[in-house]
């Protein structure tokens, strides 16, 4: 499919997709656990980009990312800024991307990264936007399962 043809087809699905080498891949539904953590996301980068009076605002997985290959990504947030055509369904211009990791990604995102990351009096410091995001905040009640041990056989 063409990205046009694409966009038009999407529009008639009750589920969203993504824009794969011309062919629409299916996005899987989420979990409580990732949608909480997109909505944390979501409310923490609204509130820090407000406080600021910046133009820029977090948009959700309804507005596409055309990747320089030409698919059509939905990231969990992305963040655009003025100026943008407010009927557009795709952009190539976000500022930032967000993907709340799930289940399905590898072991090292699910237990390394969220070890190495989950000092909860940490911030992620955005500075294109001049703005910190604190990570107690963007994992506030989102249940983190515990990074499994490994037994050795002796």
Known sequence: MTEAEFLE???????RYELVD???RAMTGARFRHDRGL????GTLLDALEAIDSPCRPF???????????DLRRPDVAVYCPLFDEDA????????????????TEDTDQHVK???????DAVVPLPLF??????ARL????????????????
Do not use: K
């Open 39 to 42: 909505v944390n996301a979501f």
């Open 89 to 104: 369904m795709v952009s190539n211009r976000p500022r930032l991307v967000v993907e709340v990791l799930s289940e399905s």
């Open 22 to 24: 011309g062919v629409p």
């Open 9 to 15: 087809w999407q529009r008639h699905q009750e589920q």
């Open 139 to 154: 994992y506030r009640s989102v249940e983190l399962r515990p990074r499994p041990h490994l037994v050795s056989e002796g």
């Open 130 to 135: 001049g703005v910190s995001l604190s990570l």
């Open 114 to 120: 969220v070890d190495e990351y989950q000092h909860m």
């Open 60 to 70: 959700t997985a309804d507005i596409a990312v055309r990747v320089p290959t030409g």
